[in-house]
């Protein structure tokens, strides 16, 4: 079936009446008409109404752990003895001269001051600034050959959110919204937590919904307090108030309806502030860690200044995630945190202090819970970091070869994909590109990338601006 | 056709395969009859190589996908090629592309990419080749390629088409009223659909005021149309709403959509531009004053060409400046090639309606638009420099500026040496460290003399200087001295330099313009396989294939204006149809074609197509008249139809998108038109033309605020505004509830909901002024429920005012009346100012400060307590007493919470009336006091100009605005005395502003009267034992308005 291009309905009705090129599917009208269509017959009014995959998903809910502004992959996960063997020394003369954000091209290799060990049965190097997660290094698929186009902190996130180093794009967790809709709508499907105040680079666009509709963009929570912004009443106004004023509104608008029934959107708008008053009161039910066991809360880190912030964030991501939101997405170091061209030990320890307790204790929960299985979660930031030295003692951006972990999702664990060279500076082995990440992502949520689209201007636009590449042995 | 045996050396290892070789050569050569030979041919090509090129090539190269602009699927396709030329030569696959890729000897050029073929596979590809690449004719419908490698189908595509010349077709009945009609009335006729009655003559107005002007009607205009006689009513209608100036204020919202307009630079620091506003305001003034299109995209394009001085003319070009910018970019020859890949992209689409895009990193996949086309565009702009020297002032007003400019400079000679003396050295140093930042090449670049510099040299020396001459602008001197001597010798030279302001010109308004970088331009070439190709400036190959004459203009290359004369061309097809599409489709919710950005293959095709070709005919023939356009349009019956017609019948089998009208489409208001209609109906709209932007919290217009890409304002940007990175065609009409949120509960929306309340005192009145209509019965009588709910009774008017008079401008501790806390709830900002006339009675008898107003709960070290206060200092402070003094918290240079103290100097005295006035600056970091003694006439002001650290987020704290008094209550910090009159304002407000005379105070965030009382936006705050009781009516009111401002029937045009 095909549909020239996105038709423009004045209402939801005549939109179903269209050919078929339903909203919810709207992008996919081109393609298998039934993959992706709303999976109950109420729900095609509803654009974020939960879809069927294309294929058998293995991940249903993703929470994406973001370590903003480029945690150093030399220190953490990708062991690399020559770096310290060669340290001092300037890059040999066999490695292409890199790009770097700085400029410090030929400063000295810097020497890694961690421990490495092998960890549990697979035998994963991972370093003691990860003791926690490494216990979980079976549950681990550690991929050491992630590239990104962006060279700095604006093209890099914008590229790890959007796909593009140019803002305007939908992130990726509006396409799964998109391609998945939501299992809960009385939450939003697309969540956003920050440990601080700080702003994410580039503030509210890494979550935006580029050119798709609103419905699918990030909402921010705030981790503590009111969760959502405008969730709560205005100040002094009581539930009974609102409720009143709800029921007059309703009234009135269903007044104005009844001799423009075939105006499908003055009914959305109903819905839409049914949706919101249920979301007031639901939204603070799922972020209330006041129902958590002092177990779980210590699991997390809770009980210590350190871990607290970022094990409260990932507490809040499990009980989000159980409650049915889709896509979860956590930033530790807010605002460029993980950035350290100088001083990489202190800023290093201390960031990775904070969240290694509270992602080892996410995953235990998850699997605790049966969660882990059809929950993907995912650690990473917009790049990696430099063998070369910046400042003395700090690293430079390194976009042309880093790592990211996922677990669970159904992944088989302990393993580890694609590798560096020998210094850890360029990906030399299954590169895969921030396009195929995104493209492997959605493949783990049952949706083939290349099917998911969306009309835009007369372009078929696709996340991975059709560059991407499953990497489906994964 | 002969086989050299030889050629056929790598034998298949399957017999099978061997068997069918065998017969193939047998046919060849034992039988030798032609027709034997081709059905061999035949089987060989459908057993074997078809398999293999379906198998193993049409994915990427078939007739879904064309990687690479190839196509596998015919043989047509494959002599063609993609983007890097032929795939094939039949009989030499030594010299076939394809051959190279199969075979996997070049590490970057191997097909399939995944997978070498199995030898065997690749041998049959390399036979079939050398046999000639047969292609059986029957098997696949030919492809005919004509010259330049465009299908017949691509040349005959219908807007491609040169405008055909129609004439309105004789249609029967009398519903027709103007030729427009008679194209949707033959429509109509031949699908058998009826028109919708007329709207009468509420839901015309209504229509007509929001599509033309954005605004809801007054009550005046509704009345002046009802009480129009004449049958031309809708005529002078829309005549006045034409030529009022509230025209340009909507349509040039559309225009600034289109080029992805906005105030700030994108990317992290999304720097703001201070100086694009004067693009805006052209645009306005441009619609009304009804400037032909053709030279209103003239002007765009290549406004420094046609009129280098006119600055009217030149602030034109500033289109050429709305791509997206890192200002902190080190490698600016990257960035360079994004900003004109922006503006190519920009121009194809918005002029042309093709998304030129597609074609930048091969051949369009679906449209004839070569990648050699996207590059001939792209040449028009290669020489573009983005100009930061140039001022908005024609030559007189220029030269008058350098004469007086000239008397400073010589006047202050002396003093600015000495300056310079104290800080050039560290500032070049500080440019020395930014020049760092960049590669060797580019340093080389900046380091050499302009006139050695190539064209593109100096386009990228220029975006270099622009951060070197940034690092100068920001070198903060004070800083940057390690001695008090020094920070004292440079405050003082500083000050002496200010004794010459009153010398200096008033200044020019800066040009965010362009021009070209020379009379010669750098080159534009693009990459293929085959390597770099340079290209010429041209239009698109399939209309213009030649190269056109360009000729220099000025110090200029002339090429923009080459490209602004082919794309008014009375005759481009293109750009006439994509204008006057683009035009109906703002007035009826969906364009002849519904993708008015996209008229190629993947867009729609016209409903009407010769309606399309008789308007863009005529638009041309009437001058290029936006203005007659609409009056044409809106004339016709067409538009003049209700969209009160439900779908049923034939419209619901045959047409339920409305796309043959056959009723008027129904629609929700654009963001700025929900947000200016709700200023509207609370009376804040403040109608002032033109200018700087101002926050989106004041109550301006929508399109005078400001529009910065990543921090957009909420409410625009949850009703769908769009953020300006790229051209956006047609609005989103979203409902999501976390919109709903944001209009139920958020601060901005509420407080126009209590304006409102202020101002109506029935339900009638709520209905007539939310929704200009007079309610029905029914719905008097629900909204009447709802207040005998709320006020357990029926409503009764209120008979007496509620609130009590005497002595309103005193605060005083103890009383009901301490401290004054806004319900409007503003916002100011990082640069406001407050001015006030007040009286202070006593100081704190330790050091605590008496608070004229604030924005502050008092704290000094957390987030929340982000604000800052007015007042005057206690006895014991160590700033003295009665001194007038800011305290600010916010971030400072290193993001960190800071906390400062900014002391005036100035003192009070107590009893005396003063008129106090102070502007708070992050952006320029620093205070400005002003003090008056009103009881001294003859005495001058004082004034005082205190500099701190603080960047910014004052406003990020968990305070709200408070008179008289901080955010919670504290009795040492309350003012004592009187505040008779009490203004906030956004930004700095210049020394004529400034007066003591508070009834002549107009813009404000908010403004406190005592004569006025505290009105529905302000609310005493007491000592709790006799605060303000609980209003339960005006409660309701303020409910039942906001009830209505979100209402469909506000929302929505139906």
Redesign the interface.
Same mark, same amino acid.
């Given at each position: 079936m095909s549909c020239?291009?996105i038709?423009? @309905?004045?209402?939801r009705?005549?939109f179903l009446?269209?050919a078929g090129c339903g909203f919810g599917a709207v992008a996919l009208a081109a393609l298998s008409p039934q993959s992706l269509l709303a999976s109950t017959s109420t729900a095609a009014l509803n654009p974020v109404a939960a879809k069927i995959p294309h294929h058998r998903a293995r991940a249903k809910n993703v929470i994406f752990l973001f370590m903003e502004g480029g945690p150093s992959h030399l220190d953490t996960f990708d062991y690399k003895p020559l770096l310290n063997e060669l340290a001092g020394q300037r890059l040999p003369s066999s490695f292409k001269p890199p790009?770097t954000?700085?400029?410090e091209v030929n400063a000295p290799l810097l020497e890694c001051k961690r421990e490495w060990k092998q960890r549990g049965q697979s035998g994963l190097w991972i370093s003691d600034w990860f003791e926690n997660v490494a216990r979980h290094a079976d549950d681990l698929t550690v991929i050491r050959s992630c590239v990104s186009s962006g060279?700095?902190?604006?093209g890099g996130v914008c590229s790890m959110n959007t796909g593009s180093v140019? *803002? *305007?794009r939908p992130s990726l967790g509006a396409w799964v919204s998109y391609g998945l809709g939501t299992e809960n709508e009385n939450l939003?499907g697309f969540v956003v937590i920050k440990d601080s105040?700080?702003t994410v680079?580039?503030?509210?666009?890494n979550w935006?919904n580029g050119f798709m509709?609103?419905?699918y963009q990030g909402?921010e929570f705030n981790a503590e307090g009111v969760p959502? %912004?405008?969730?709560?009443? @205005?100040k002094?106004v009581s539930n009974e108030?609102?409720r009143? %004023?709800?029921? !007059?509104?309703s009234? !009135?608008?269903r007044?104005?309806?009844e001799?423009?029934?075939?105006?499908t959107?003055?009914e959305?708008?109903?819905?839409?502030?049914e949706?919101?008053y249920r979301?007031?009161a639901e939204a603070p039910q799922a972020v209330d860690l006041s129902k958590e066991t002092e177990a779980t809360r210590k699991l997390y880190g809770m009980d210590k200044e350190e871990t607290a912030v970022f094990g409260r964030n990932c507490l809040l991501a499990r009980r989000l995630v159980e409650n049915g939101v889709r896509f979860v997405q956590l930033y530790s170091g807010a *605002?460029s945190k993980w950035d350290s061209h100088k001083g990489i030990e202190k800023a290093h320890s201390k960031l990775c202090q904070s969240v290694d307790q509270p992602i080892a204790g996410l995953l235990s929960d998850l699997k605790a819970r049966g969660m882990l299985d059809e929950t993907l979660v995912i650690w990473g930031g917009e790049f990696g970091r430099t063998p070369m030295s910046e400042a003395g003692d700090g690293r430079d951006h390194n976009p042309s070869g880093f790592t990211m972990w996922m677990a669970g999702g159904g992944l088989q664990g302990g393993r580890t994909i694609g590798a560096t060279d020998d210094l850890g500076l360029y990906a030399v082995e299954d590169k895969l590109h921030v396009h195929d990440l995104h493209a492997t992502i959605l493949h783990l949520l049952g949706i083939d990338h290349t099917k998911l689209i969306y @009309?835009h %201007?007369?372009?078929?636009e696709r996340i991975d601006q059709n560059e991407g590449h499953a990497y489906a042995k994964i | 056709m002969r086989v050299p045996l030889g050629a056929l050396g790598i034998l298949p290892a399957a017999v099978k395969k061997l068997t069918l070789f065998c017969y193939l050569l047998l046919g060849f050569r034992a039988f030798g009859a032609e027709d034997e030979a081709r059905r061999a041919l035949d089987k060989f090509f459908e057993n074997e190589v078809r398999p293999i090129l379906a198998n193993r090539c049409y994915e990427c190269h078939g007739e879904k996908k064309q990687k690479g602009g190839l196509r596998a699927d015919h043989i047509g396709y494959l002599k063609a090629g993609g983007d890097t030329g032929p795939a094939l030569v039949p009989g030499k696959p030594e010299e076939s592309p394809l051959i190279e890729a199969i075979r996997y000897k070049k590490s970057d050029f191997q097909m399939p990419p995944k997978e070498k073929l199995p030898d065997s596979e690749v041998a049959i590809l390399e036979k079939w080749i050398q046999l000639g690449a047969p292609w059986p004719e029957s098997a696949t419908g030919s492809v005919v390629l004509s010259e330049g490698g465009f299908t017949d189908e691509q040349r005959k595509f219908w807007c491609f088409q040169p405008l055909a010349k129609t004439q309105p077709p004789q249609v029967a009945g009398n519903w027709v009223r103007n030729d427009i009609d008679r194209f949707i009335a033959q429509k109509h006729a031949e699908l058998n659909l009826t028109p919708a009655p007329e709207a009468d003559a509420r839901e015309f107005v209504r229509r007509a005021t929001m599509d033309l002007h954005g605004l809801p009607p007054t009550e005046e205009q509704l009345a002046s149309f009802l009480s129009d006689p004449s049958p031309e009513a809708r005529a002078h209608f829309i005549d006045g709403l034409l030529a009022s100036p509230h025209y340009g204020e909507r349509w040039g919202q559309h225009w600034l959509d289109l080029v992805r307009y906005a105030e700030s630079d994108g990317y992290n620091a999304d720097e703001f531009r201070p100086a694009v506003w004067p693009y805006r305001d052209w645009v306005i003034k441009s619609l009304n004053a009804d400037k032909p299109y053709n030279q209103f995209v003239r002007e765009q394009l290549a406004g420094d060409e046609i009129a280098p001085e006119n600055p009217d003319v030149l602030i034109a070009t500033s289109y050429l400046r709305n791509p997206i910018y890192e200002w902190n970019q080190a490698d600016v020859r990257g960035q360079w090639d994004i900003i004109l890949t922006d503006i190519t992209d920009t121009t194809g689409e918005l002029f042309l309606g093709l998304s030129f895009g597609c074609a930048r990193c091969h051949n369009h996949k679906f449209d004839p638009i070569l990648q050699k086309d996207y590059f001939r565009l792209r040449a028009f702009f290669a020489p573009v420099q983005w100009r930061d020297d140039m001022k908005l002032a024609t030559p007189e007003e220029k030269a008058a500026y350098q004469v007086q400019q000239d008397v400073w400079e010589k006047a202050t000679a002396e003093v600015r040496g000495k300056i310079a003396a104290m800080v050039e050295p560290q500032i070049e140093k500080s440019v020395a460290r930014a020049l760092k930042r960049f590669n060797d090449e580019l340093q080389g670049m900046v380091q050499k003399a302009e006139e050695q510099r190539e064209p593109m040299e100096r386009q990228l020396v220029n975006l270099c200087n622009r951060q070197l001459t940034r690092a100068r602008r920001t070198f903060d001197a004070l800083k940057s001295f390690k001695s008090d001597e020094d920070k004292a010798k440079y405050k003082q030279l500083q000050e002496e330099l200010k004794t010459f302001d009153s010398l200096k010109p008033k200044p020019l308004l800066d040009a965010f313009v362009a021009t070209d970088v020379g009379p010669a331009a750098p080159s534009t070439s693009f990459k293929t396989r085959k390597g770099e190709q340079e290209v010429a400036p041209g239009f698109l190959t399939l209309l213009e294939p030649g190269e056109p004459k360009i000729a220099p203009v000025g110090s200029s290359t002339g090429r923009r204006s080459a490209l602004a004369d082919w794309i008014t061309r009375p005759d481009n097809q293109l750009s006439t149809r994509v204008i006057v599409n683009r035009v109906w489709q703002y007035h009826f919710g969906r364009g002849l074609v519904a993708s008015s950005s996209d008229f190629g293959k993947l867009g729609e095709k016209p409903s009407h197509p010769e309606l399309l070709d008789w308007l863009a005919g005529r638009f041309v023939e009437q001058g290029w008249s936006l203005k007659q356009l609409h009056r044409e349009i809106m004339l016709s019956a067409t538009y003049g139809q209700t969209a009160r017609r439900e779908l049923s019948g034939v419209a619901l089998n045959i047409d339920p998108a409305n796309k043959y009208l056959w009723r008027f489409n129904p629609r929700r208001l654009d963001a700025e038109q929900v947000r200016d209609a709700m200023l509207a109906a609370s009376g804040e709209l403040d109608l002032k033309a033109g200018g700087a932007s101002e926050d989106a919290n004041a109550t301006r217009r929508s399109i005078y605020t400001i529009k910065k890409r990543n921090s957009q304002n909420e409410l625009l940007r949850s009703l769908d505004a769009p953020s300006g990175f790229s051209s956006t065609a047609e609005r989103q009409s979203t409902t999501t509830p976390t919109q709903a949120l944001l209009l139920l509960n958020g601060d901005w929306p509420l407080a126009r909901a209590r304006k409102l309340a202020s101002r109506v005192q029935t339900v009638d009145g709520a209905w007539e002024l939310i929704l200009g209509r007079t309610p029905t019965p029914r719905e008097r009588e629900t909204a009447d429920a709802f207040l005998s709910k709320r006020l357990g009774g029926p409503d009764k008017p209120p008979t007496v005012s509620l609130r009590a008079e005497g002595g309103p401008e005193i605060f005083r501790e103890k009383t009901e009346h301490e401290r004054l806390l806004d319900q409007g709830n503003v916002w100011e900002g990082d640069d406001f100012s407050v001015e006030a006339i007040v009286r202070l009675d006593s100081v704190d008898a330790n050091a605590a400060v008496r608070t004229i107003a604030s924005r502050w709960n008092g704290g000094k070290d957390n987030i929340e307590a982000y604000g800052w206060s007015l007042g005057v200092t206690g006895e014991k402070s160590r700033f003295k007493p009665r001194n007038l003094i800011v305290q600010m918290v916010g971030e400072d240079e290193n993001a960190n919470i800071g906390y400062e103290v900014v002391a005036s100097n100035l003192r009070m005295e107590l009893g005396h009336r003063y008129h106090v006035a102070v502007t708070v600056s992050c952006a320029e970091h620093s205070v400005t006091f002003r003090l008056k003694d009103l009881e001294q006439p003859e005495a001058a002001a004082q004034t005082a100009v205190v500099s701190h650290a603080l960047k910014g987020k004052l406003g990020y704290g968990a305070s709200s605005f408070v008179v008289g008094g901080i955010n919670k209550r504290a009795p040492q910090h309350q003012w004592d005395g009187a505040i008779e009159a009490l203004r906030l304002v956004s930004g700095r407000l210049s020394e004529s502003e400034w007066t003591a005379d508070a009834s002549r105070w107009s813009n404000a965030l908010a403004l406190w009267n005592a004569k006025g009382g505290v009105g529905e936006l302000w609310a005493w705050s007491g000592d709790g034992k006799s605060t303000e009781a609980a209003d339960p009516r005006r409660q309701a009111f303020t409910d039942l308005c906001q009830v209505l401002l979100n209402s469909n029937e506000f929302l929505y045009l139906h």
């Amino acid at each position: 079936m095909s549909c020239e291009r996105i038709q423009q @309905p004045t209402s939801r009705r005549e939109f179903l009446q269209s050919a078929g090129c339903g909203f919810g599917a709207v992008a996919l009208a081109a393609l298998s008409p039934q993959s992706l269509l709303a999976s109950t017959s109420t729900a095609a009014l509803n654009p974020v109404a939960a879809k069927i995959p294309h294929h058998r998903a293995r991940a249903k809910n993703v929470i994406f752990l973001f370590m903003e502004g480029g945690p150093s992959h030399l220190d953490t996960f990708d062991y690399k003895p020559l770096l310290n063997e060669l340290a001092g020394q300037r890059l040999p003369s066999s490695f292409k001269p890199p790009l770097t954000a700085m400029g410090e091209v030929n400063a000295p290799l810097l020497e890694c001051k961690r421990e490495w060990k092998q960890r549990g049965q697979s035998g994963l190097w991972i370093s003691d600034w990860f003791e926690n997660v490494a216990r979980h290094a079976d549950d681990l698929t550690v991929i050491r050959s992630c590239v990104s186009s962006g060279i700095n902190h604006a093209g890099g996130v914008c590229s790890m959110n959007t796909g593009s180093v140019f *803002g *305007g794009r939908p992130s990726l967790g509006a396409w799964v919204s998109y391609g998945l809709g939501t299992e809960n709508e009385n939450l939003p499907g697309f969540v956003v937590i920050k440990d601080s105040e700080g702003t994410v680079v580039n503030g509210v666009r890494n979550w935006g919904n580029g050119f798709m509709p609103a419905v699918y963009q990030g909402v921010e929570f705030n981790a503590e307090g009111v969760p959502i %912004k405008y969730l709560d009443n @205005p100040k002094g106004v009581s539930n009974e108030r609102q409720r009143d %004023k709800l029921d !007059l509104l309703s009234a !009135l608008n269903r007044q104005f309806g009844e001799t423009r029934s075939d105006n499908t959107e003055l009914e959305a708008r109903i819905r839409g502030y049914e949706l919101a008053y249920r979301m007031q009161a639901e939204a603070p039910q799922a972020v209330d860690l006041s129902k958590e066991t002092e177990a779980t809360r210590k699991l997390y880190g809770m009980d210590k200044e350190e871990t607290a912030v970022f094990g409260r964030n990932c507490l809040l991501a499990r009980r989000l995630v159980e409650n049915g939101v889709r896509f979860v997405q956590l930033y530790s170091g807010a *605002g460029s945190k993980w950035d350290s061209h100088k001083g990489i030990e202190k800023a290093h320890s201390k960031l990775c202090q904070s969240v290694d307790q509270p992602i080892a204790g996410l995953l235990s929960d998850l699997k605790a819970r049966g969660m882990l299985d059809e929950t993907l979660v995912i650690w990473g930031g917009e790049f990696g970091r430099t063998p070369m030295s910046e400042a003395g003692d700090g690293r430079d951006h390194n976009p042309s070869g880093f790592t990211m972990w996922m677990a669970g999702g159904g992944l088989q664990g302990g393993r580890t994909i694609g590798a560096t060279d020998d210094l850890g500076l360029y990906a030399v082995e299954d590169k895969l590109h921030v396009h195929d990440l995104h493209a492997t992502i959605l493949h783990l949520l049952g949706i083939d990338h290349t099917k998911l689209i969306y @009309p835009h %201007k007369g372009r078929p636009e696709r996340i991975d601006q059709n560059e991407g590449h499953a990497y489906a042995k994964i | 056709m002969r086989v050299p045996l030889g050629a056929l050396g790598i034998l298949p290892a399957a017999v099978k395969k061997l068997t069918l070789f065998c017969y193939l050569l047998l046919g060849f050569r034992a039988f030798g009859a032609e027709d034997e030979a081709r059905r061999a041919l035949d089987k060989f090509f459908e057993n074997e190589v078809r398999p293999i090129l379906a198998n193993r090539c049409y994915e990427c190269h078939g007739e879904k996908k064309q990687k690479g602009g190839l196509r596998a699927d015919h043989i047509g396709y494959l002599k063609a090629g993609g983007d890097t030329g032929p795939a094939l030569v039949p009989g030499k696959p030594e010299e076939s592309p394809l051959i190279e890729a199969i075979r996997y000897k070049k590490s970057d050029f191997q097909m399939p990419p995944k997978e070498k073929l199995p030898d065997s596979e690749v041998a049959i590809l390399e036979k079939w080749i050398q046999l000639g690449a047969p292609w059986p004719e029957s098997a696949t419908g030919s492809v005919v390629l004509s010259e330049g490698g465009f299908t017949d189908e691509q040349r005959k595509f219908w807007c491609f088409q040169p405008l055909a010349k129609t004439q309105p077709p004789q249609v029967a009945g009398n519903w027709v009223r103007n030729d427009i009609d008679r194209f949707i009335a033959q429509k109509h006729a031949e699908l058998n659909l009826t028109p919708a009655p007329e709207a009468d003559a509420r839901e015309f107005v209504r229509r007509a005021t929001m599509d033309l002007h954005g605004l809801p009607p007054t009550e005046e205009q509704l009345a002046s149309f009802l009480s129009d006689p004449s049958p031309e009513a809708r005529a002078h209608f829309i005549d006045g709403l034409l030529a009022s100036p509230h025209y340009g204020e909507r349509w040039g919202q559309h225009w600034l959509d289109l080029v992805r307009y906005a105030e700030s630079d994108g990317y992290n620091a999304d720097e703001f531009r201070p100086a694009v506003w004067p693009y805006r305001d052209w645009v306005i003034k441009s619609l009304n004053a009804d400037k032909p299109y053709n030279q209103f995209v003239r002007e765009q394009l290549a406004g420094d060409e046609i009129a280098p001085e006119n600055p009217d003319v030149l602030i034109a070009t500033s289109y050429l400046r709305n791509p997206i910018y890192e200002w902190n970019q080190a490698d600016v020859r990257g960035q360079w090639d994004i900003i004109l890949t922006d503006i190519t992209d920009t121009t194809g689409e918005l002029f042309l309606g093709l998304s030129f895009g597609c074609a930048r990193c091969h051949n369009h996949k679906f449209d004839p638009i070569l990648q050699k086309d996207y590059f001939r565009l792209r040449a028009f702009f290669a020489p573009v420099q983005w100009r930061d020297d140039m001022k908005l002032a024609t030559p007189e007003e220029k030269a008058a500026y350098q004469v007086q400019q000239d008397v400073w400079e010589k006047a202050t000679a002396e003093v600015r040496g000495k300056i310079a003396a104290m800080v050039e050295p560290q500032i070049e140093k500080s440019v020395a460290r930014a020049l760092k930042r960049f590669n060797d090449e580019l340093q080389g670049m900046v380091q050499k003399a302009e006139e050695q510099r190539e064209p593109m040299e100096r386009q990228l020396v220029n975006l270099c200087n622009r951060q070197l001459t940034r690092a100068r602008r920001t070198f903060d001197a004070l800083k940057s001295f390690k001695s008090d001597e020094d920070k004292a010798k440079y405050k003082q030279l500083q000050e002496e330099l200010k004794t010459f302001d009153s010398l200096k010109p008033k200044p020019l308004l800066d040009a965010f313009v362009a021009t070209d970088v020379g009379p010669a331009a750098p080159s534009t070439s693009f990459k293929t396989r085959k390597g770099e190709q340079e290209v010429a400036p041209g239009f698109l190959t399939l209309l213009e294939p030649g190269e056109p004459k360009i000729a220099p203009v000025g110090s200029s290359t002339g090429r923009r204006s080459a490209l602004a004369d082919w794309i008014t061309r009375p005759d481009n097809q293109l750009s006439t149809r994509v204008i006057v599409n683009r035009v109906w489709q703002y007035h009826f919710g969906r364009g002849l074609v519904a993708s008015s950005s996209d008229f190629g293959k993947l867009g729609e095709k016209p409903s009407h197509p010769e309606l399309l070709d008789w308007l863009a005919g005529r638009f041309v023939e009437q001058g290029w008249s936006l203005k007659q356009l609409h009056r044409e349009i809106m004339l016709s019956a067409t538009y003049g139809q209700t969209a009160r017609r439900e779908l049923s019948g034939v419209a619901l089998n045959i047409d339920p998108a409305n796309k043959y009208l056959w009723r008027f489409n129904p629609r929700r208001l654009d963001a700025e038109q929900v947000r200016d209609a709700m200023l509207a109906a609370s009376g804040e709209l403040d109608l002032k033309a033109g200018g700087a932007s101002e926050d989106a919290n004041a109550t301006r217009r929508s399109i005078y605020t400001i529009k910065k890409r990543n921090s957009q304002n909420e409410l625009l940007r949850s009703l769908d505004a769009p953020s300006g990175f790229s051209s956006t065609a047609e609005r989103q009409s979203t409902t999501t509830p976390t919109q709903a949120l944001l209009l139920l509960n958020g601060d901005w929306p509420l407080a126009r909901a209590r304006k409102l309340a202020s101002r109506v005192q029935t339900v009638d009145g709520a209905w007539e002024l939310i929704l200009g209509r007079t309610p029905t019965p029914r719905e008097r009588e629900t909204a009447d429920a709802f207040l005998s709910k709320r006020l357990g009774g029926p409503d009764k008017p209120p008979t007496v005012s509620l609130r009590a008079e005497g002595g309103p401008e005193i605060f005083r501790e103890k009383t009901e009346h301490e401290r004054l806390l806004d319900q409007g709830n503003v916002w100011e900002g990082d640069d406001f100012s407050v001015e006030a006339i007040v009286r202070l009675d006593s100081v704190d008898a330790n050091a605590a400060v008496r608070t004229i107003a604030s924005r502050w709960n008092g704290g000094k070290d957390n987030i929340e307590a982000y604000g800052w206060s007015l007042g005057v200092t206690g006895e014991k402070s160590r700033f003295k007493p009665r001194n007038l003094i800011v305290q600010m918290v916010g971030e400072d240079e290193n993001a960190n919470i800071g906390y400062e103290v900014v002391a005036s100097n100035l003192r009070m005295e107590l009893g005396h009336r003063y008129h106090v006035a102070v502007t708070v600056s992050c952006a320029e970091h620093s205070v400005t006091f002003r003090l008056k003694d009103l009881e001294q006439p003859e005495a001058a002001a004082q004034t005082a100009v205190v500099s701190h650290a603080l960047k910014g987020k004052l406003g990020y704290g968990a305070s709200s605005f408070v008179v008289g008094g901080i955010n919670k209550r504290a009795p040492q910090h309350q003012w004592d005395g009187a505040i008779e009159a009490l203004r906030l304002v956004s930004g700095r407000l210049s020394e004529s502003e400034w007066t003591a005379d508070a009834s002549r105070w107009s813009n404000a965030l908010a403004l406190w009267n005592a004569k006025g009382g505290v009105g529905e936006l302000w609310a005493w705050s007491g000592d709790g034992k006799s605060t303000e009781a609980a209003d339960p009516r005006r409660q309701a009111f303020t409910d039942l308005c906001q009830v209505l401002l979100n209402s469909n029937e506000f929302l929505y045009l139906h």
